[in-house]
């Protein structure tokens, strides 16, 4: 018996990274999985392998998600689930980023978890859950992602509203707040074919031996079983919640 058999869960991005890992995951936990993305050929390979249904999904477009929901009733019947990962990361200082670019993260990171659960909620089966990735950002400051922190605190306080509003369907709706976690977003080696990954992973294994309490940066897999748990009944009476997996970085500065 898996925790999630029968259940049909939507993860946005993906297809790769924690995205990735959630679905695999949820697909051997029983899910029937709805994989999304943006990037076909990954995302398409990786439905094809599990077994799952892909949607081409811009997260940060009405019509698009009207149109996953959509497919992925004519496709399932219902919807009980989704996962909100999709999301990107720029670096600049405040002061030096662009409206565009703030935009851009706004729209992807914020307008697309809004937009889901604006999307998705009415189809739900009550008792039905929602998981929104926020981040480590969402409950601190962090220098040079500045933009990405203000939409991650945005998904936190959508979390929270929607937890509230939702809770009369038994609707349970939570966050992840993950550190750094080892995909391309933090290594940019993964998507490199001449680099190697586990190299660099290990290089900022070292990096983030000085920061993290744990002494290691995080795998998409650790964020994928905490996303399992929040979906699954395991966390039945947990709503409206940030649930932090950042290997201690969050608790604070070690001085010795």
Not at 125 to 130: K, L, V
């Amino acid at each position: 018996m898996g925790k999630l058999d029968g259940r049909v869960v939507i993860v946005t991005g993906a297809a790769r990274g924690q995205g990735e890992q959630e679905a695999r995951l949820f697909r051997q936990e029983g899910a029937e999985v709805v994989v999304t993305d943006v990037l076909d050929e990954p995302g398409e390979a990786l439905a094809k392998e599990l077994g799952a249904l892909y949607l081409h999904l811009d997260v940060g477009t009405e019509d698009g998600w009207r149109d996953a929901v959509a497919a992925v009733k004519a496709a399932h019947g219902r919807v009980d689930g989704l996962v909100n990962n999709a999301g990107v990361l720029r670096f600049n200082a405040l002061v030096d980023t662009p409206l565009d670019e703030f935009m851009e993260v706004v729209r992807v990171n914020q307008v697309g978890c809004f937009l889901g659960m604006k999307a998705v909620a009415p189809e739900l089966a009550d008792g039905g859950t929602i998981v929104n990735t926020a981040s480590y950002t969402a409950l601190t400051g962090m220098a040079a992602v500045g933009t990405y922190a203000a939409t991650k605190h945005a998904v936190l306080g959508l979390t929270r509203v929607a937890a509230l509003e939702l809770a009369g369907r038994g609707i349970r709706v939570n966050a992840i707040c993950p550190g750094a976690v080892d995909t391309a977003m933090s290594n940019p080696a993964r998507l490199d074919p001449d680099a190697d990954p586990e190299e660099t992973g290990r290089a900022l294994d070292a990096l983030y031996r000085r920061l993290v309490p744990l002494g290691r940066i995080g795998r998409p897999e650790e964020v994928a079983r905490l996303a399992l748990f929040l979906t699954s009944e395991d966390s039945s009476y947990i709503t409206g919640q940030p649930f932090v997996i950042d290997g201690g970085w969050l608790a604070g500065v070690g001085v010795l």
